[in-house]
């Protein structure tokens, strides 16, 4: 790979740092300390606004209508979006690729594929379950086949992030083996709205990012809304997290870091010596990030990797924001700096999406089953 990124990348990447220096980083003292939305009508021209820029479903593929910038584009685009606390607004998250989707069947294209690209429809992932998460082998949400080509879907789901405003939610439920029929994890695509589908509360963070639980009571489903085969949503899930661990956490949080880095030094708080040492954790994780987003492009299997670069990234960037808080005593903890609130938003990120410990373990059995080897960690670009 070019050490370099390429020059259309490049930029892109230059006027999403323009968007996010005129656009959003005026908005950051309007953001309420423990939410990540603004008011309805702000988030919607500022839609409206990154898409004029051009800005909009710029690493979505262009058989899709998207920019086809692949996920390379995709790190350089939200390493840009890290520099301001409002990367974390929902709704500005459409603009994230809906991965799960894209193999969808030509109806769920049109359901939701598509309406999600072009930001018309929003949805969350429910995965996490108040037994079940890191073991999601555990998981009890039911999914029962009806004999009417419906399933009904029993259980609860806790932490699914942006529930309370998305449009439908990516359920994965336990469909039981019956003689002669497949069963497992599966995955639903359930609308907002759906009778036995509730929403009950928001579970209140240290964060912006205030998940909600959701109940499931006879809630009937269509097998039409069923996405990917019976038994195989883990197949479905390994692409959605690698594309979270990858594209989506690893940049966000090397940008505040970089961000919160570049005050300290402007303010000349930042002691030289810790500067270099967590400047170099840094660059060797955005070195890790852009070697996997590469290899991603490529087609290649990024499983080992996409864990390797969220467990690396997060934490060299949590360690960065929090020293460069520390420099600034009691201002670096109070709202006068963007310090705090990127340290409360970014200590989520070495729990959602699998834990630190969960991505050491992954990196463990790909190591000792022999998917992946030290030597071929270590191969030149
Ligand atoms: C802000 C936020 C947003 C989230 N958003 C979503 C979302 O949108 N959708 C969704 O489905 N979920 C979401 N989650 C849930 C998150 O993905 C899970 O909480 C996470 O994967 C941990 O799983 P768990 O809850 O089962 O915790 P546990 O597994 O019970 O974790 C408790 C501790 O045990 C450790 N542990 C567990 N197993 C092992 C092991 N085998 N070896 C060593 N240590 C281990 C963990 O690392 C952790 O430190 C979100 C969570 C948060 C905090």
């Not at 800005?55 to 790190?75: N, S």
């Not at 419906?150 to 699914?160: D, I, P, Q, T």
């Not at 270099?276 to 987003?293: D, F």
């Amino acid at each position: 790979m070019d050490v370099e990124l390429p020059a259309q990348v490049r930029r892109w990447k230059d006027r999403m740092h323009r968007f996010v220096a005129e656009e959003l980083m005026p908005l950051e003292p309007d953001l309420p300390p423990f939410a990540n939305r603004l008011p309805a009508e702000d988030i919607a021209a500022l839609v409206r606004r990154m898409k004029d820029a051009g800005l909009w479903a710029l690493a979505v593929p262009r058989e899709f209508g998207g920019g086809g910038l692949g996920w390379v584009g995709l790190c350089a685009l939200r390493e840009a979006l890290g520099h301001t606390t409002l990367c974390s607004l929902g709704k500005l998250l459409g603009a994230e690729p809906p991965v799960l989707l894209y193999d969808a069947g030509e109806d769920l294209r049109a359901r939701y594929l598509l309406p999600t690209i072009a930001g018309e429809r929003y949805g969350c992932f429910a995965l996490t379950e108040p037994e079940a998460g890191s073991d999601a082998a555990n998981l009890s949400l039911s999914a029962v086949p009806d004999g009417t080509g419906h399933y009904l879907l029993n259980g609860r789901k806790v932490f699914s992030s942006h529930a309370d405003e998305a449009d439908y939610a990516l359920v994965f439920g336990v469909v039981p083996q019956g003689p002669g029929q497949a069963g497992g994890i599966t995955l639903f695509l359930v609308d907002r709205g759906t009778p036995g589908f509730h929403w009950v509360r928001r579970i209140e963070t240290m964060g912006g990012d205030r998940p909600s639980e959701l109940v499931f009571e006879n809630c009937r489903v269509p097998d039409a809304n069923r996405l990917g085969a019976t038994g195989k949503a883990f197949d479905l899930a390994q692409r959605w997290f690698a594309c979270d661990r990858i594209a989506l956490q690893p940049p966000i949080a090397l940008g505040a870091a970089a961000r919160s880095l570049a005050l300290a030094q402007a303010a000349g708080v930042a002691p030289a010596l810790e500067l270099g040492r967590l400047a170099l954790g840094l660059h060797a994780a955005r070195a890790m990030l852009y070697h996997a987003a590469a290899k991603a492009d490529r087609g290649e299997d990024v499983r080992h990797d996409a864990s390797l670069v969220k467990a690396t990234a997060t934490s060299a960037a949590l360690e960065a924001v929090e020293r460069a808080m520390a420099w600034f005593g009691p201002r670096g903890y109070s709202r006068a700096l963007p310090l705090e609130r990127y340290y409360r938003d970014l200590r989520r990120f070495p729990i959602a999406a699998g834990t630190y410990e969960i991505q050491q373990f992954v990196v463990a059995r790909g190591l000792l089953r022999g998917y992946a080897g030290l030597d071929r960690m270590a191969a030149p670009l």
